[in-house]
């Protein structure tokens, strides 16, 4: 347990660190603040409007619309990658801010301020250069992690698009060869995540590409490719 002196102490210590004072320090401190916001785990800060962080989201679900858990992650990640980029202009914004209001002063003696204020900018430049290296090092790595996420996203939704037409195709032609001998198909008893209405809807597809083709669609698309490169190889010439 800490003594009284250790107490009396604490206390003495706490008041002699008061942080910055001065509107400069001030703003370098609030600048400290944010540093987490490209690279934490927080995607929103204190000041961070939480309805525009909700709507910007929305709108990235609702474009790649995510059916699976995977997806959905992804797109998530999107968004949170994107609303941390769209945060690094303002910061560098706010380095430049608090650059003028620390070298306010500086270069006085220059006539012409259209000079003292390039002066100014260079200056600010130099006292921060590690801080906007920072900020170009994070918008690269964030730029190609929403690259990586992009691609993933493809391929999943490329992959779950694929087998959905490889399995519905398998059940239109269950559906026909059922309806053939008198019965009827029951969807989930074959494992089926489908409704007849849709199963019907991809027979009725198949019947309308059938009918403007010389190839007719097959049990599913891979059989119906091999059939037409098995039919075009007939009227290839030989090789002599």
């Known amino acids: 347990m800490a003594s009284t002196a250790q107490i009396n ?12 004072k001065t509107e400069s320090g001030k703003a370098k401190s609030s600048l400290n603040a944010v540093k987490t916001g490209l690279t934490g785990r927080t995607v929103l800060l204190p000041g961070d409007d939480a309805e525009a962080y909700q709507s910007h989201v929305q709108r990235f679900l609702a474009e790649w619309k995510p059916e699976t858990d995977a997806e959905h992650a992804l797109a998530q990640s999107l968004a949170d990658t994107e609303w941390r980029l769209l945060r690094i202009p303002t910061l560098e914004s706010g380095i430049y801010a608090i650059g003028r209001l620390e070298f306010a002063d500086k270069f006085a003696t220059e006539q012409d301020e259209s000079v003292r204020k390039s002066l ?33 996203l493809q391929q999943l939704q490329r ?68 059939l037409r490169n098995e039919r075009l190889a007939l009227w290839r010439p030989k090789a002599a």
Do not use: M, W
């Open 9 to 20: 102490a604490n206390r003495t210590n706490s008041q002699l660190s008061t942080g910055p």
């Open 120 to 152: 100014i900018e260079a200056q600010i430049f130099l006292a921060y250069r590690r801080d906007l290296n920072n900020l170009s090092i994070q918008e690269t790595r964030l730029r190609r992690q929403r690259d990586q996420d992009t691609a993933r």
């Open 159 to 226: 992959e779950r698009q694929e087998k959905h037409t490889r399995e519905i195709s398998q059940a239109a032609v269950l559906y026909r060869r059922l309806k053939a001998d008198g019965e009827i198909l029951n969807p989930a008893e074959l494992g089926f995540e489908f409704s007849i209405e849709e199963i019907e809807a991809r027979v009725a597809l198949i019947d309308a590409r059938n009918a403007r083709s010389p190839y007719p669609e097959c049990e599913v698309p891979e059989r119906a490719a091999q």
